[in-house]
């Protein structure tokens, strides 16, 4: 069984063309498939014939809601989906002024083993594959009638782990006859694997590249998140230097910021010093408490801040959406393994 959706437009014609159909049925499938058919059924624009040959030979299937929580304090929405296979991932769609935006999954839990990190507690179960991503966004915006302008891939999983699957999953929501977003309007974000960030940069893609720092020394740094044992931080710039000089696009560094561990003055220094005369920005994250992890939200965010904005790097402390429902990503897939589904 093909992955039909999964396709991109040129595959899809190279299908068709395999099919004996001529090639302007692999455009009217691609509509179909990204308008969210949840059958060849209803494909009314292809004869019966096809729709039965495709039925046969291709896999095609939607997500369902298992899960849906509306926030009261700002319209934020989260969603577990549940996949064919049973797995279950969380989507968060936020009301942005600029837009509404999805937060989506690019795997089912995740191997990187960050300390304070809910998504990565029970491992890695399997990647999601292209269609599963597409299908976030799509049913997402079918389900809650809001038009989605902007992606980000923060959600559950490591984005560079799934490499191939994200390319093509950027390839297939940015076609004019998909979902037609704009790189411009994706944001992906990782938690430092050089080698292929290295390898993004390459491709020289417009989308912004956010990094994940958490600590500016090795020693920190290496304690939270197991990715950076062995490459250390010096490596990471170094990356995201070459990122910058070849794609222009400045990398935002992701901070969650935690009580005692990676919030003193000398920490904010240290970041100052690596930044200095690196276009970027610090995006601040008051950490959300995990059930399972000894780590506390930290008390100076504010305090740290006004040191970066002192030393010339910009920092922002992000607005916290959807408080009341869990809404950072790992929680509600974790509630539920809980209740022993
Ligand atoms: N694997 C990717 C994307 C998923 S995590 C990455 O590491 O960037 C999305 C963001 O949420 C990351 O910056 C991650 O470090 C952060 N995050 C994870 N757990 C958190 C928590 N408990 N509080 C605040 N931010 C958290």
Not at 79 to 91: I, K
Not at 303 to 319: C, D, I, M, P, S
Request: glycine share 8%; proline share 4%.
């Amino acid at each position: 069984m093909r992955d039909i959706k999964s396709m991109t437009l040129e595959e899809l014609a190279a299908f068709m063309k395999e099919q004996g159909e001529p090639p302007f049925r692999a455009k009217q499938v691609f509509q179909w498939l990204h308008r969210g058919a949840s059958s060849f059924d209803g494909m009314t624009n292809l004869s019966k014939a096809l729709r039965e040959k495709l039925a046969q030979s291709c896999f095609l299937a939607v997500p369902t809601v298992e899960r849906k929580q509306v926030s009261r304090l700002d319209g934020t929405i989260k969603y577990l989906w549940r996949l064919s296979d049973g797995n279950c991932v969380e989507t968060v769609l936020m009301r942005y002024h600029h837009g509404n935006t999805v937060c989506i999954s690019s795997q089912v839990g995740c191997r990187m083993g960050c300390a304070f990190c809910a998504s990565t507690i029970g491992g890695k179960v399997r990647d999601l594959t292209p269609a599963e991503m597409v299908d976030q966004v799509l049913f997402t915006q079918l389900d809650s009638g809001y038009p989605i302008s902007n992606i980000v891939l923060m959600g559950i999983g490591e984005p560079l782990d799934n490499f191939d699957t994200v390319l093509r999953f950027l390839e297939l929501v940015n076609h004019p006859d998909g979902l037609n977003i704009g790189m411009r309007h994706i944001s992906l974000s990782t938690c430092g694997l050089v080698g292929q960030i290295d390898k993004l940069a390459d491709l020289r893609l417009q989308l912004t590249l956010s990094v994940s720092l958490h600590a500016p020394d090795d020693e920190t740094r290496s304690r939270l998140m197991p990715a950076n044992r062995g490459v250390g931080v010096e490596r990471l710039f170094e990356s995201c230097r070459r990122y910058f000089d070849i794609t222009g696009r400045r990398i935002s560094y992701e901070y969650a910021m935690i009580d005692g561990v990676n919030d003193s003055d000398r920490q904010a220094d240290l970041l100052i010093k690596h930044l200095r005369g690196t276009p970027g920005h610090v995006n601040l994250i008051p950490l959300n408490e995990v059930a399972e992890s000894p780590f506390k939200p930290s008390r100076r965010v504010r305090e740290f801040q006004k040191r970066l904005e002192e030393g010339g790097v910009t920092a922002t402390v992000r607005r916290k959406l959807g408080g009341d429902i869990d809404a950072s990503c790992g929680q509600l897939r974790r509630k539920r393994m809980e209740e022993g589904q």
